[in-house]
C-alpha cells in the first residue's frame, strides 16, 4: 500500500495538510499541560525559600525558679522572617552555691544562604555565639556550646569517690541509695559512705561513693558546670541534707586498696591521770554501725621528764602526775601497693591518729604498724 495516493492521502484516508494541524494542535496541548500539572524532574520555581535546620546547645547560666519552672520542651521562638527556634530538651544543672541553672537543646530551622549554608537570624550558629528565646511567659539568652544532628543534650554516667566534712547529724541522715533529683531526673546516687571520726565530736569526715548523670561534650564529661576530675568540688542534695565534696577518684565510688584490719600500737605521752583513765579496753569508733577502731588494751605509765642541774648535767626523773598510755588497737584500714591508709590518709610509724572514742577524742602517735 502506498504512504500517498495520487491525491495526497496518507494512506489513502488523511490529507497530509490535515495531518500536520493535528500533530501541531497535539503539541500545543501537550507543553500546556506541562506547564499546568509540572513535572517532578522540573526545578520549582514557585519562589518559595530552601529550608534547612540543625541543633544547638544553649547554656542558660544560672536562673531563678520561676523561670526554671517554665523551660519546657517543645517551647518556640522566632525572631522574623523564616526562622524558627524549637526547644527539644531541657536539662537543669545544680551549682555548689545552691543555684540551679539550665542548659536547653534547640532546633533552629532556616533558610539555606547563597553558599548552601544555615543562616540563623543573619549568622550561622557557631560556637559560642548568643540566642535568645521568647516566649510569652519568659525571654532567656544562652551561648551556643555545641551543635549538631542530636535532638537530646547528650549525657553519660561516671563514678566518683568524694571527700568532704559534715556535721555529725548530717553524716547519720547519709545512706547508700540516696538520690539527687531535679525536675524528676536523678542526676546523682549514692554507692557507697564511709563515716569516720575527726579531732572535732561534732563533725564527721565522709568519703561519698556516687555515680553521676553527667553532661557529655566533645571534649569532657561534665557536672554541676564542673569538668569531672580530681580536685572538683560537685554538690550533693537530697531533702534531708546539702553537701559539696571535692572528686577524690573518678571511675570508681570505692576508696584505693583492699580493706583489712590492722593491729596497732598506739602512744599517748605526757597525758594527763584524768585524761588516761577515760581510755578502757572495749572502746571503740562507731559510726552509722560501722566499727573502724576498737580498743583491745590499754597500759599506763609514768610519763617522764628531763631535769638540769646547775653544773649543767641531765636527769631523767619521773614526772609527779602525768602519765604515758600505750594503746593496743584493731583498725580498720585500707591496704594500697603505696601503703597502709586509715580513714583515708596514709599512716606509718610516727604518723599522728585520731580516735573518736564517744566519750573522749584519743590524739595518738603509731608506734608499730
Known amino acids: 500500500m502506498e504512504i500517498l495516493d495520487e491525491k495526497g492521502r496518507l494512506f489513502g484516508v488523511v490529507n497530509v495538510v490535515d495531518a ?20 517532578d524532574s522540573t526545578p520549582d520555581d514557585s519562589g518559595e525559600p530552601d529550608l534547612a535546620s540543625t541543633h544547638a546547645t ?13 523551660l519546657e520542651e517543645g ?17 537543669l544543672e ?6 540551679t541553672a539550665a542548659v536547653v537543646r534547640v532546633e533552629l530551622e532556616t533558610e539555606l544562604g547563597d553558599d548552601d549554608t544555615i543562616q540563623y537570624d543573619g549568622a550561622p550558629p557557631r560556637l559560642g555565639r548568643t540566642l535568645q528565646v521568647v516566649t510569652d511567659e519568659y525571654l532567656v539568652e544562652g551561648t551556643i556550646t555545641d551543635t549538631g544532628d542530636e535532638s537530646a543534650i547528650q549525657t553519660t554516667e561516671r563514678e566518683v569517690l568524694t571527700v ?13 541509695g ?20 575527726t579531732d572535732s565530736p561534732d563533725e564527721k569526715r565522709v568519703f561519698l561513693g556516687l555515680t553521676l548523670d553527667a553532661r557529655q561534650t566533645e571534649n569532657a564529661a561534665h557536672f554541676a558546670g564542673k569538668r569531672i576530675s580530681e580536685g572538683a568540688s560537685i554538690p550533693f542534695r537530697t531533702s534531708e541534707y546539702d553537701l559539696t565534696g571535692e572528686i577524690r577518684r573518678v571511675g570508681t565510688t570505692e576508696p584505693r586498696g583492699d580493706a583489712a584490719t590492722r593491729t596497732v600500737t598506739l602512744r599517748i605521752e605526757n597525758a594527763s591521770p584524768e585524761f588516761a583513765d577515760a581510755i578502757e579496753p572495749g572502746m571503740t569508733e562507731s559510726v552509722n554501725g560501722v566499727t573502724v577502731a576498737a580498743v583491745t588494751d590499754v597500759d599506763r605509765t609514768a610519763a617522764t621528764r628531763v631535769l638540769t642541774t646547775e653544773d649543767g648535767d641531765l636527769y631523767e626523773r619521773n614526772h609527779p602526775r602525768n602519765v604515758d598510755v600505750t594503746l593496743t588497737a584493731d583498725l580498720a584500714v585500707r ?3 603505696a601503703g597502709v591508709t586509715f580513714k583515708g590518709q596514709t599512716i ?18 603509731v608506734a608499730s604498724l
Do not use: C, H, K, M
Not at 59 to 67: K, R, V, W
Not at 75 to 91: A, E, F, K, M, W
Open 348 to 365: 606509718q610509724y610516727r604518723s599522728r591518729v585520731t580516735l573518736d572514742l564517744g566519750t573522749v577524742t584519743v590524739r595518738a602517735t
Open 75 to 91: 517551647d518556640t521562638y522566632s525572631p522574623g522572617g523564616t526562622d524558627n527556634l524549637t526547644i527539644t530538651d531541657v536539662r
Open 164 to 176: 568532704t566534712t559534715v556535721d555529725a547529724e548530717t553524716a547519720a541522715n547519709i545512706d547508700e
Open 20 to 39: 500536520l494541524v493535528v500533530l501541531l494542535v497535539l503539541a500545543v496541548v501537550a507543553a500546556g499541560a506541562a506547564l499546568v500539572l509540572g513535572s
Open 178 to 197: 540516696d538520690t539527687f533529683t531535679l525536675r524528676e531526673r536523678t542526676l546523682a546516687a549514692v554507692e557507697s559512705v564511709n563515716v569516720y571520726g
Open 335 to 337: 591496704e594500697t601497693p
Open 94 to 99: 545544680p551549682r555548689t552555691n545552691g543555684d
Open 58 to 70: 544553649l547554656d542558660l547560666g544560672t536562673q531563678p525558679e520561676y523561670i526554671l519552672a517554665q
